[in-house]
């Protein structure tokens, strides 16, 4: 389970998987990988579109590991990416 995030002045918050997975901390990433689940795959869907490259690989190697034609079908989009990185992904 993730940490739970407590800000002074604020109230703690549970951190999701997907903010693990898309840190930038490569450990924390990997580790966010176990805890994704079919539920996650709208975001990670949308992620595929992100700017930032790295936001597109973790998203495409989530979404290699989920089961169903949603995630099918968007890793062929991950496929067609301008990025060599997110297309080994798939």
């Known amino acids: ?7 002074p002045g604020y109230l703690a918050f549970p ?10 901390e490569d ?3 990997q580790a ?12 990670l869907i949308g ?4 700017g930032d490259a ?7 190697v989530a979404l290699a590991g989920l089961p ?3 995630a ?5 989009t991950a496929a067609m990416d301008p990025d060599q990185a997110v297309r080994a992904a798939v």
């Open 1 to 7: 389970m993730s940490p739970d995030v407590c800000l």
């Open 15 to 24: 951190m999701s998987s997907l903010d693990d997975l898309f840190s930038g």
């Open 27 to 29: 450990e924390r990433a």
């Open 32 to 43: 966010a990988l176990e805890r994704v689940t079919a539920a996650d795959a709208p975001e």
């Open 47 to 50: 992620a595929l579109a992100n």
């Open 54 to 60: 790295e936001t597109r690989w973790w998203a495409a």
């Open 68 to 70: 169903g034609a949603e």
């Open 72 to 76: 099918s079908a968007a890793l062929l």
